[in-house]
């Protein structure tokens, strides 16, 4: 949909825009097929898109009824065959390792009896069953959690975001700039790790310890450590981007080996 959606501009700026539909995972690989072996910049705006969130059909939010579906790629295993499939433990281990739902037992056997009675098919339906689970009442909707672990599961998120910097890593050029913006904390972790890592050696943690032989190579550099918070003027302007955080690095002139990733 967004590389349809996206034809016009590429027409109109003809050799400026190219769209490629593919995997973070991908970049390096799809970068080099239409002639990129190197890149001076990789952004990556993560997460679910607007576009997405205000699609029903498209199954991301509850606050319009749709088919419960949450495939970013429309392919694959779906959201609803998650929830009638999985086994009551493993889906509170989904909902609480990617929503970070503290209530996440009581939402899986919630879950689990109401499906019993018929198949969760619906955004709506599943909202409701989350939201008498955990209860309670404020500013974030009590079902928000649960449907961000299932979109996150459904799509690999965490993981192709995890081969998506590694690609990043391989693809840009020295100096080459990396920009990723995340959308909550699970993303934002991994980021800020993945950083951290390569713009340095690993601390010792005591002036004992006999020094490390990490010989990691150091891919990066950091111009600020921390992130970028959207200011008052961006979130009143965009509300949905109150929640975002903007990472940025720089490449250094450290060459992989060919073929192979930094661990």
């Keep these: 949909d967004a590389v349809a959606a996206g034809a016009a501009l590429a027409a109109?700026?003809?050799?400026?825009?190219?769209?490629?539909q593919g995997r973070?995972?991908?970049m390096a690989e799809l970068a080099a097929e239409a002639g990129a072996e190197r890149v001076r910049g990789v952004a990556l705006d993560l997460g679910v898109s607007s576009m997405?969130?205000?699609?029903?059909?498209?199954?991301?939010?509850?606050t319009a009824d749709g088919p419960l579906d949450m495939r970013m790629s429309q392919s694959g295993e779906s959201a609803a065959d998650v929830v009638n499939s999985r086994a009551q433990d493993d889906l509170a281990d989904i909902i609480y390792q990617f929503g970070d739902e503290r209530r996440s037992r009581a939402v899986a056997r919630a879950i689990v009896r109401a499906r019993e009675e018929a198949a969760i098919e619906r955004t709506v339906r599943l909202a409701e069953i989350v939201a008498k689970a955990v209860g309670g009442s404020g500013r974030i909707h009590p079902a928000t959690r649960t449907f961000q672990a299932l979109r996150i599961y459904v799509n690999g998120e965490i993981d192709e975001l995890r081969l998506g910097l590694r690609a990043a890593e391989r693809l840009l050029a020295p100096q080459g700039w990396l920009a990723v913006v995340s959308f909550h904390s699970l993303e934002d972790r991994e980021v800020k790790q993945f950083l951290s890592e390569r713009a340095g050696p690993r601390p010792q943690g005591s002036r004992h310890r006999p020094p490390s032989d990490d010989n990691r190579p150091v891919t990066f550099q950091l111009p600020r450590r921390g992130a970028t918070k959207p200011g008052a003027d961006e979130i009143a302007a965009n509300p949905r981007a109150r929640s975002a955080r903007l990472r940025v690095a720089q490449r250094t002139d450290v060459a992989l080996p060919r073929g192979e990733v930094a661990a």
């Design 52 to 62: 997405q969130l205000d699609q029903p059909a498209r199954g991301f939010s509850f």
């Design 24 to 26: 973070f995972s991908q």
């Design 12 to 20: 109109r700026y003809h050799g400026r825009l190219t769209l490629i």
